[in-house]
């Protein structure tokens, strides 16, 4: 297995030239590192060389290794990019810092309980199914500026950037395109897109995040 640490530093490079070739400020794109199917052992090392921003796409599996890791590196922030079932939101709330997934009302419902029972408020970002692919979450486009303001309004939550995740076979442009344009029609400022594949492409359309696992980690 190739050194995450060596390639981590290798994507920190590589998103310095993209924000550099788009005129973006030097910084102005976070680096997620999706540690998921990894075992603690192996993010240990990548947080020890200064990586404190990770994504996990189930609340389960991020359960059993990060309270651990949160103990012993506090300033880790933690994301959740997979979906979410509304039986988990106690769980998501208590352990994530970012709640990228947020997609349906029900969702809105439940997080915005365990907000306000907890005391405890992971920032919140709203997954669009920009493909408007069937088996893919994410809230469909034309609906997302209005549950953008339907989560504010009735949920009292703060929704603060859009995230998605292109079709497989397409283009990641158009997509990465209509996200940044439904992220300025609804009001918000962040926009998770790219992946170890096309996140270069991702920063030249805008992204403030992008979430990289196999470029750091290697295959799953
Ligand atoms: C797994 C995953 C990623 C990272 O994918 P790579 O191609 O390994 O970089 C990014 N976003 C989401 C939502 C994921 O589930």
Sequence with gaps: MANAVEQLFAVKVRIAAA?????????????????????????????????HVFGENRVQEAQAKWPALKAAFPEIELHLIGPLQSNKAKEAVALFDVIETIDREKIAVELA???????????????????????????????????????????GLAIEGLMCIPPADENPGPHFALLEKLSKEAGVA????????????????GATSVRVGSAIFGSR
């Design 113 to 155: 309980k365990e907000i306000a029972r907890q005391g405890r408020t992971p920032r919140l970002h709203m997954q669009v199914n920009t493909g408007s692919e069937p088996q893919k979450a994410g809230i469909e486009p034309r609906e997302a500026v209005a549950f953008v303001a339907r989560c504010r309004e009735v949920h």
């Design 190 to 205: 962040k926009l998770s897109m790219g992946m170890s594949g096309d996140y270069e492409t991702a920063i030249a359309f």
């Design 19 to 51: 924000e550099r070739e788009a005129g973006r400020d030097a910084g102005a794109v976070t680096l997620v590192a999706v540690s998921k199917t990894f075992e603690a052992a192996d993010i240990r090392p990548v947080i020890e060389a200064g990586q």
